[in-house]
């Protein structure tokens, strides 16, 4: 799997404290080796929109759109309470699904509440 990094948030992960840098570097390797297989967090794609948002399909059409899912990177830590590859945790890696063999990391936030990365940072 070819992995690569948004413009924006290239530039953002060389400020991120060290120990968030090696989750997401650490994803990063997993995922050029073994693609979404085995990977510890809840990983899904991010058109799962609550019905009664009011902004559903706004949210959704973006979602599709742009091929966004979201993975449970374990920043600060993994809910332990679930089993391996179904941990959430507060903070959700964004990446676009651009096809069977290339992604592209573009976010990093805070999640509840859940929110899209901003369209400059899917460059």
């Known amino acids: 799997m070819n992995v690569s990094l948004g413009k924006v948030f290239a530039k953002e992960l060389r400020n991120y ?3 968030d840098r090696l989750k997401i570097l650490g994803f990063i390797a997993h ?3 073994h693609s979404f297989h085995g990977l510890e967090g809840r990983n ?3 058109h799962h929109v609550d019905r009664n948002d009011p902004d ?3 949210k959704v059409k973006f979602a599709i759109d742009n091929n966004l899912w979201h993975y449970h990177i374990g920043i ?3 809910d332990m309470s679930k089993p391996f590859g179904d941990r ?3 903070y959700v890696l964004h990446y676009m699904m651009a096809s069977s063999q290339n992604t592209k990391i573009v976010d990093l936030s805070a999640h509840p509440p859940f ?3 901003s369209s400059s940072y899917l460059d």
């Open 17 to 19: 404290p060290p120990e």
């Open 44 to 46: 899904k794609e991010s």
């Open 31 to 33: 995922v050029k080796e």
């Open 88 to 90: 959430t945790s507060e």
């Open 56 to 58: 559903f399909i706004v």
């Open 115 to 117: 929110r899209f990365p």
């Open 76 to 78: 600060v830590m993994y």
